[in-house]
């Protein structure tokens, strides 16, 4: 194959450089603007709602440090999080039509203004419930809001009880919709409540109000949004609110989020307002094409009513600017806050620094040994817990405002695309010019790669843990592992082979961890069994590396089938098929190493935690699989049982049999990811299962090219 | 590739050497990893479903045997076989696959690799290499043993300690890192002289491929050691209480407890195995017979009375059989039995219904124990369908443990538990001060050939449940997982250089 001209090489890889780095640019760092809507009547007058603009620093307000499912971080992840749990998506349309990031979603919905029942965000695909709701199916939609659902709201909830006694695995496609929409519901209140306060608090029922609001605290799903100075734990707003009114004072924090709420609560209120009277203002025709329905009269009076009110209010029309101005006192405050622990949690591990030895030795000394041990383990545990606490004041608050820049980048679905572009562009290297695309295809690859690490550190960095932790992290490193492979391989190996394989496998598994992270929060703490971070760093790591590995081998194998089958252009030589034995091989070794080693190190982490190496169960199971699969694979090629075809068929089946063990052995055990996995994931795996199944059916008409002598 | 492509035959081939040849065939090894890969799958499924069997079922009936079957039901979907009939669904769990059981497939792994090794795999050192090579090996062995007994835990422990302390890093580590990098570093130790011998014995080419296999058969072997000796047991304790006993799950007894005027008991107790028997039980020191009726493998309490019962709890409960949780559900069973007591003469003293249910540890402390209450002769006894007990005792006398406290600490705005541990007291025989000691998560103690893992506490938060396990053999996969990532790195990465030495365009073999 010919190299093409060096100077090639670099125009291709700046190239690709700049197109990256541009679109990163654009997506993290340039400032977002949120549209403001001329509204126009037919006429071309500007009507009545064109005063509309968006005021406030949404950028800033985004950086808003959060405690929430067990770690502290900006507003804008629980805004994702709770907005791709309800619709499966990270955006939502506003009521004038418009595309808008969760965040305002989130706090419309937290300052209780008018519009926010009104967002369509609940997602509901299932017919039979909508034609119970008595709504049309809205077809590549399907979102509605809760004021659509309300009218029937309490008759279905009635279902609940009885679909609740039904065990999950037995329910059918339309009691899992119900139960799926009672969760979204459920914390679409949820995340109200917890920013839920009571604006004019005279002559309320302190007691009462306090106990409803602590109801919150045992809500996984409530987020903790007020940092005091004197509690450890953060606090539910409506309970610092509770403890503001006894001690008659605010806590700054507390104070600012109530401004920051009610200025938001005011400014929707009358932005919905005027979009109402302006829609109620619009011909028929304007009405059909937008698709959104006229305000019957009712509303229209109590939207011009409110109107008429909130335009009148002084201070109106600084609410903007009060918004604003409440975003740095809200940080300064939670800073204040954070200083206050952090000075308190570095003194105190230094005291226990400095104890430790002496308590040590008094362990080991004569006298008192029993004092003086549960002494040394008192030290021990609060350094421990101080750790922990540490990483909540210290560690977390500082990488907070990073989270939300990294969060807007979107960096996974930026690398999908890419590395779909770089899969295109390998294949079509088989057709045409493969030297020349092989360079491009690669480039692209590297730079995606790079993209990929970045997310992998990121989150390492964000989440303080190993790489791996759940099925999602497992698909993105899984992926990483791929890709790398690829691209080592593509340099040892120059025939634009591992490049369109490692590509695809990156591409998918993203997409993967895309649809896995439809749970809602990635980087969930994890179950005190779990959380070591030891074993997370070896045992886990390595399982996925071998995981990975396998399936690159598989995707050689397949490469090699189809190629074999169609044998584009001629291309084929005995040094390729040659090449192709030997990568499936090589890589192989290396899942062999990783699986084995990876699975040992399983028994070895269930014997620190449980006291027991082996207890085959299914997970453990899977991954033995997997590494019989390999040896079978290394023992047939070692004793000339099979050539190139039979190894690339043996490569399939461990296709098969790893995604098996990373997902199959999930679906057995119900509840895991009970809806948001094993519906459409039994589905896929099938799917995934099926096209290995055909390949290797196929593979009989694929010809291995010799040379002569062999 | 390497050696074992190309078997070395010698000049004469005897009968014996032709059936080595059968029995060491690569085909064969290759016929029972995959004959192993379907049992594997066969005992997965087997967990799962709706008729899914309980993991000590599978692993008694597929894995730890010489013959499983395969229930062919296990590989058609739940909704499949629930659509069907009654009769069909009877008539469809009847099928099975006939297969080689766990133990078979181990053994002949065993001897194919034996009869490998002994063909293709000889030892190519010859004199004093040989000597050498046997020498480093007894020494890796000795060494091996070594750290089985524990021997080099602390040697390593304070080495890694050293180094630590030299670069200042040792606050940010906690003690799991340390402890389980501990026990790794002793596993690469015996695994580097593991290397050395083999390297000696057979040369630098096939050092790597002999150390993977040696390490798969210390797999095998440390797990039929777990099979012959390991012990899986619960303590469950309140706070302040103590106990110098463990529950052993899975294993029943009776017991018939008399309390003695001085304030002391006297227990005695009936195995499970005679529970489950149908031959009548005679004691004649407590003066009763005792003619087990039923046994159930698992079961349920309801509202009713149980059949036949005329006497104790049983009149008030109705005890039902249930079918055996599965492997996938995690809960175990909850076995119960009716046993029919009578005194010496054969007067009959009742029907009694025993549930495990009414033991307090078994149920985490729900409910209080029940006991049923007997009288026979003047004499007052109490009765428990209780797990078997396990003293934890030495030849100086029993140890006990005593719960000081017990603490649960939560993630930060969440109900998920971030950790949660125990504070103890441990007396040790013949010791009269107790030493302090904490468990908790991954950090389990120590003790008497026993390790007490934290497991999980009771729902009043004011207890914990302690695994406790004795498995002599729990170093060896350490060991063993070093020599396998030494062997294959070595076996690899030597492949690797091999391979990139080689001259040629294109770069692959």
């Known amino acids: 194959m010919k190299t093409p001209s060096k100077l090639f090489v670099v125009i291709s890889v700046l190239a690709v450089l700049g197109l990256l780095g541009a679109e990163l640019y654009a997506r993290a760092f340039s400032p977002r603007k949120l549209k403001p ?561 990876g699975t040992v190190l399983g028994g070895l982490w269930a014997d620190d935690s449980w006291g027991r190496f082996w207890g085959w169960d299914p997970k453990e199971n899977g991954a033995l699989l997997i590494v019989i699969a390999n040896a079978i694979l290394l023992h047939c090629r070692w004793s000339g049982m099979v050539r190139l075809r039979g190894l690339a068929v043996l490569a399939l089946f461990g296709n098969i049999v790893t995604s098996w063990s990373w997902f199959g052995t999930n679906l057995l055990g119900a509840g895991l990811h009970a809806y948001g996995f094993t519906e459409s994931g039994a589905f896929y795996l099938s799917l995934f299962i099926a096209s290995q199944l055909l390949l290797m059916a196929l593979a009989p008409l694929a010809r291995e090219k010799r040379s002569s002598q062999s | 590739m390497n050696g074992s492509t190309k078997p070395e035959t010698a000049p004469e081939s005897g009968a014996l050497r032709q059936m080595l040849r059968l029995m060491g065939s690569i085909r064969i090894t290759v016929f029972l990893m995959a004959s192993s890969m379907f049992l594997v799958l066969g005992g997965t499924l087997a967990q799962a479903g709706a008729n899914g069997s309980s993991i000590e079922t599978v692993v008694t009936e597929i894995f730890r045997c010489w013959f499983a079957k395969i229930h062919i039901h296990t590989f058609l979907p739940d909704a499949f076989i629930e659509a069907r009939q009654p009769e069909t669904q009877r008539f469809l769990m009847r099928f099975f696959i006939p297969w080689l059981g766990g133990i078979s497939i181990g053994l002949l792994l065993f001897f194919n690799l034996l009869a490998a090794h002994l063909l293709r795999w000889k030892v190519t050192a010859r004199a004093g290499r040989l000597l050498a090579g046997l020498a480093v090996l007894g020494l890796a062995i000795g060494l091996g043993l070594l750290v089985i007994q524990g021997g080099l835990m602390d040697l390593i422990g304070r080495l890694l300690t050293g180094v630590a302390a030299v670069f200042g890093r040792q606050s940010t580590l906690d003690d799991s890192f340390w402890r389980v990098l501990d026990r790794l570093a002793q596993g690469l130790l015996v695994a580097a002289v593991v290397y050395a011998a083999l390297r000696l014995l057979y040369g630098k080419a096939k050092a790597g491929v002999v150390m993977i296999h040696s390490s798969v058969l210390l797999l095998l072997l440390a797990e039929l050691l777990t099979h012959l000796g390991a012990v899986e047991a619960r303590m469950t304790l309140r706070e302040g209480e103590s106990a110098d006993f463990v529950d052993r799950s899975n294993r029943f007894e009776l017991a018939i407890i008399e309390d003695l005027a001085d304030g002391q008991a006297r227990s005695t107790v009936i195995p499970q195995a005679l529970l489950a028997g149908k031959s009548e039980i005679d004691l004649p020191e407590l003066g009763l017979r005792l003619a087990p009726q039923m046994w159930f493998p698992n079961s349920d309490l309801r509202s009713g009375s149980t059949p036949g019962v005329d006497a104790g709890a049983g009149k008030e409960l109705l005890i039902v059989g249930l079918p055996e949780n599965n492997g996938v559900s995690s809960i175990s069973n909850a076995p119960a039995c009716l046993v029919k007591f009578s005194a010496k003469d054969g007067s009959p003293l009742g029907l009694y219904a025993f549930s495990s249910l009414f033991y307090g540890n078994f149920i985490a402390r729900q409910n209080p124990d029940l006991y049923q209450e007997l009288q026979c002769g003047g004499r007052k006894f109490r009765l428990m369908l209780r797990n078997e007990r396990e003293y934890l005792e030495n030849e100086e006398g029993r140890m006990s443990i005593a719960l000081r406290d017990f603490h649960i600490e939560r993630f930060m705005g969440s109900q998920d538990k971030m950790s949660y541990s125990s504070m103890i007291d441990i007396r040790m025989p013949g010791e009269s001060a107790p030493e302090h000691g904490e468990i908790w998560m991954n950090h389990p103690l120590r003790r008497l050939g026993r390790t007490f893992y934290q497991s999980g506490f009771l729902s009043s938060e004011d207890g914990t449940i302690l695994q406790v396990v004795k498995n002599g053999g729990w170093m060896i996969p350490y060991i063993s997982c070093m020599i396998a990532a030494l062997g294959m790195f070595i076996h690899f990465v030597s492949l690797l250089l091999k391979h990139l030495r080689r001259p040629g365009p294109g770069g692959q073999e």
């Open chain 1, 37 to 597: 809507v001329e509204y126009k009547t037919e006429s071309g007058k500007t009507s009545f709602a064109s005063s509309w603009k968006t005021p406030q620093d949404l950028d800033l307000a985004a950086t808003l440090p959060v405690a929430h499912l067990g770690r502290v971080k900006p507003l804008d992840s629980v805004a994702r999080h709770g907005l791709t749990v309800i619709s499966e998506s990270q955006t939502f349309i506003d009521f004038d039509g418009q595309k808008r990031p969760a965040l305002l979603w989130l706090l419309d919905l937290a300052s209780g203004s008018s519009c926010a029942d009104e967002h369509r965000v609940f997602k509901i695909q299932n017919l039979d419930l909508l034609r119970k709701f008595g709504l049309d199916p809205r077809p590549g939609d399907f979102r509605y809001s809760l004021a659509e659902l309300q009218p029937k709201l309490e008759e279905i909830e009635k279902e609940y009880p009885e679909i609740s006694a039904v065990k999950p695995k037995r329910r059918n496609a339309y009691q899992n919709a119900v139960m799926s929409l009672s969760s979204k519901i459920s914390i679409h209140y949820t995340l109200r409540n917890a920013f839920g306060f009571v604006r004019d608090p005279t002559g309320i029922d302190l007691a009462a109000y306090k106990e409803a609001a602590s109801a919150l605290k045992s809500n996984p799903d409530a987020p903790f949004i007020v940092p005091l100075p004197g509690d450890r734990h953060w606090q539910l707003l409506p309970l610092a609110q509770v403890e503001g009114i006894s001690r008659q004072k605010y806590d700054p924090a507390a104070e600012a989020w109530f401004e920051l709420l009610t200025q938001h609560q005011l400014l929707r209120s009358l932005d919905f307002a005027r979009h109402q009277l302006f829609l109620a203002g619009l011909p028929e025709k304007a009405l059909a094409a937008k698709d959104r329905k006229a305000p019957d009269t009712e509303a229209l009076a109590s939207a011009r009513r409110l109107a008429d009110m909130l335009k009148d209010l002084p201070g109106t029309k600084d609410a903007g600017a009060a918004f604003n101005a409440a975003l740095p006192r809200l940080l300064e405050a939670a800073a204040a806050a954070c200083k206050v622990h952090q000075e308190r949690i570095t003194k105190r591990l230094a005291e226990i620094d400095s104890e430790l030895p002496a308590a040590r030795a008094a362990a080991e000394g004569e006298g008192d040994i029993a004092a003086a041990s549960e002494k040394l383990t008192r030290l021990r545990s609060e350094k421990q817990a101080l750790g922990k606490e540490a990483d909540v004041w210290i560690r977390a608050p500082s990488i907070v405002p990073h989270e939300a820049t990294i969060n807007r980048a979107a960096l996974n679905i930026q690398c999908i695309v890419w590395y779909f572009i770089a899969l295109v562009i390998a294949l079509l290297g088989w057709l045409v010019w493969r030297p020349h695309l092989r360079v491009v295809a690669l480039s692209i690859l590297w730079a995606t790669f790079a993209l990929h690490t970045a997310t992998l550190i990121l989150r390492i960095w964000i989440s303080g843990y190993p790489p791996v932790t759940n099925l999602y992290s497992s698909a993105v490193f899984i992926g990483w592992v791929v890709v790398l492979a690829g691209i080592v391989l593509e340099h040892f190996w120059r025939a634009n082979a591992a490049t369109p394989v490692a590509a695809l496998a990156g591409a998918m598994t993203l997409l993967i961890a895309q649809f896995l992270s439809l749970d809602g929060e990635t980087m969930k703490a994890l179950m005190p069994v779990l959380d070591t971070k030891f074993w997370l760093a070896t045992h886990v790591v390595c399982i996925t590396k071998g995981y990975g590995a396998t399936f690159f081998a598989g995707g050689i194998g397949a490469l090699w089938i189809l190629i074999a089958l169609f044998d584009p252009a001629g291309k084929r030589t005995p040094e390729l098929d040659k090449g192709f034995s030997g990568a499936i091989y090589g890589v192989t070794c290396f899942a062999m190493f990783f699986s084995l080693v």
